[in-house]
């Protein structure tokens, strides 16, 4: 069996998992969105999928995602991984979207890299879509901001002129509760979309209402060492 048909059974797996999800929590077909996840995993295999249609895919590592984008410029890449300050200029210039904006201060950076990349021809004109990442458990050193401070971020976005809102993002601390972590995150997103679910839970976040699920071992394997 090819690389490709290896990926190809896997992307239809995961999307018959989530459908099967959509018609578990009366939900529409076809409403929840599939993000792979292609951390650490070959550029190579990005190429394969993006031959099987997929246009999309979320990367962790602003250096990596940089190399791939640059690589495979008809793919969309996303932004899920903590963002430093002085990683958001490059960022801006190959980013999609960014799921991972938390706080007030990346926002600002942010807006301001979009319109340096947009002046010197490295970005198309328009706007970045941002999700603010809720941090569940309040432990912010590990990416997220904590509840009280989420609106303070989405003002900051909103007030951007090259940024636009798109939604709310979590990870689920380890141990906790997923259904229960989706479940607030769903009533804290209010109108906006969520990005939640993984491998391991994709079938928690949907039936929670998430708009949008980031799987990456179950589409590629487990991840070669970094």
């Not at 090819?2 to 578990?24: N, P, Q, Y």
């Not at 990442?133 to 009280?148: L, P």
């Not at 039936?207 to 060492?225: E, M």
Request: glycine share 8%.
């Amino acid at each position: 069996m090819t690389r490709k048909d290896e990926l190809h059974r896997a992307l239809d797996s995961v999307r018959r998992r989530i459908a099967a999800a959509e018609k578990a929590a009366g939900r529409p077909a076809a409403s929840v969105r599939l993000l792979p996840v292609s951390k650490f995993h070959p550029v190579e295999d990005i190429a394969l999928l993006a031959e099987l249609g997929v246009d999309a895919v979320g990367e962790n590592r602003e250096q990596e995602a940089r190399a791939k984008a640059e690589a495979l410029p008809q793919v969309n890449f996303h932004m899920i991984g903590q963002i430093q300050a002085k990683k958001t200029n490059s960022i801006a210039r190959w980013a999609a979207a960014v799921h991972s904006v938390d706080s007030v201060r990346i926002a600002e950076h942010l807006d301001h890299g979009v319109a340096r990349a947009i002046e010197r021809g490295e970005r198309a004109p328009g706007t970045l879509d941002c999700f603010v990442q809720w941090s569940a458990d309040g432990d912010t050193a590990r990416g997220g901001v904590d509840a009280s401070g989420l609106d303070d971020v989405y003002a900051a976005i909103e007030k951007a002129e090259h940024l636009n809102l798109r939604g709310l993002m979590c990870v689920p601390p380890l141990g906790a509760d997923a259904e229960e972590t989706y479940r607030t995150a769903r009533r804290l997103a209010g109108d906006l979309e969520l990005s939640a679910g993984m491998s391991a839970d994709l079938e928690a976040a949907i039936a929670a209402g998430s708009d949008i699920v980031r799987v990456g071992t179950q589409i590629f394997g487990p991840r070669p060492v970094a």
